[in-house]
């Protein structure tokens, strides 16, 4: 029987990892927890516990209390909100993951996963098919929070064998969760003031080629992960996956498809230096190989899918007669270029 713990369950990953969990595993089975109380009855399916994972004995205490089979440590703060508060960030982000790494040594038979980012990557890396073991050189809080973490993990799993896996998500776009102040998040507002204003001012520039990811298939790629067998994964650091790469013009030319008078400003702002240290797009082929991962959604389909769940009516008719066919989910080589 699977015991699951997700910290920062009420963030726009948690949202939708938690009912995949529940529907897999059981909704007893699976608790949320985050700093905050949810709102709206979110979660009411199943157990929630107000859980700040800052305070270590409280951590370790939760942690110790049941034969967790698996936890999912998502709470952090993100890369633009981070660069207010480069210690606070540091703390946040590090100290959970240290107390949880160490009371895991205590843990019997617990898979732990712990999400990195693209984020690691640096103005040094590639930017063009971005692979899994180049050097990088973060230039965010963030960034060097998770650069340091995808290093303790594999050192807990080299010298203590806790099997901590991990993947280093692009930018990620849903339509239940907002996201949370990353250098991406354009991606998912455009679609929100789409709907509602027919506008909207962009913090990039327009031709700024950065990696990104529909929801689904983040989680289904958490889930894999997490199913695959331990002796198949050569990477304890964090694995690259394939994804998407547009551009915000590129994106606004795709909403145009179904909602033809969408109007778009570009005034970039501190996050531009941001996304011009991340790669422009992310090869993936350790995952593809060590536990198959093909990508799913491609970008007409993700746009069509967002504008779908959060447009009215008339949006949903529209989105309905003009669609695409949907496109076979693409190999693992098949990222969407442009
Ligand atoms: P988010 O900002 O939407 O949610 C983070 C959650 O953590 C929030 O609900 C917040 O209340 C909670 N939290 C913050 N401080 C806490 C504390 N002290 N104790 C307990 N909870 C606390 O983030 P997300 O997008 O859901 O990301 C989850 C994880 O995935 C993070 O580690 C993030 O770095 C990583 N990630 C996300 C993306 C993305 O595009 N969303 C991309 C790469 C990596
Ligand atoms: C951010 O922009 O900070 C996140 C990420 C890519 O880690 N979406």
Not at 10 to 18: D, S
Not at 158 to 173: K, N, T
Not at 264 to 272: E, G, M, T
Not at 282 to 303: A, C, E, R, Y
Request: charged residues 20%.
């Amino acid at each position: 029987m699977d015991k699951i713990l997700v910290t920062g369950a009420l963030g726009q990953i948690g949202t939708e990892l938690v009912p995949a969990l529940r529907a897999k595993y059981g909704r007893e089975n699976v608790v949320a927890s985050d700093i905050q109380h949810p709102s709206d009855g979110l979660f009411a399916d199943g157990p929630y516990l107000k859980l700040d994972v800052t305070n270590p004995d409280l951590l370790q205490r939760v942690l110790l209390s049941e034969p967790w089979t698996q936890v999912y440590h998502l709470a952090a703060v993100l890369s633009a909100r981070g660069e207010n508060d480069p210690l606070g960030t540091w703390d946040i982000n590090m100290q959970s993951l240290l107390v949880i790494l160490e009371t895991a040594r205590h843990l019997k038979n617990c898979r732990l996963f712990w999400p990195s980012s693209i984020a690691v990557f640096g103005n040094n890396a590639p930017k063009a098919f971005c692979s899994q073991h180049v050097p990088h050189q973060p230039t965010t809080v963030y960034g060097i929070s998770k650069a340091a973490g995808e290093l303790w993990c594999q050192y807990y799993f080299e010298r203590y064998g806790i099997d901590v896996r991990s993947i280093r998500y692009p930018g990620l776009i849903s339509h239940t969760g907002l996201p949370g102040g990353g250098t991406t998040d354009y991606a998912v507002a455009i679609f929100h003031e789409a709907v509602k204003f027919g506008k909207y001012t962009c913090y990039l520039e327009a031709n700024t080629l950065l990696p990104m990811l529909y929801m689904p298939d983040a989680i289904r790629a958490t889930l894999e992960l997490m199913d695959a067998a331990c002796d198949k994964l050569n990477v304890r650091t964090s694995y690259n996956i394939w994804g998407l790469t547009f551009h915000p013009a590129e994106l606004v030319q795709q909403i145009r498809h179904y909602l033809p008078e969408f109007k778009v400003n570009y005034a970039p702002d501190f996050r531009q230096t941001i996304a011009n240290n991340w790669p422009s797009n992310i090869n993936g082929h350790q995952s593809s190989t060590d536990w198959h991962w093909k990508l799913g959604f491609q970008l007409p389909d993700m746009v069509a899918e967002m504008l779908w769940h959060l447009g009215d009516d008339q949006i949903k008719r529209i989105v309905e007669e003009k669609r695409p066919h949907v496109v076979e989910a693409a190999g693992s080589e098949g990222a969407y270029m442009l």
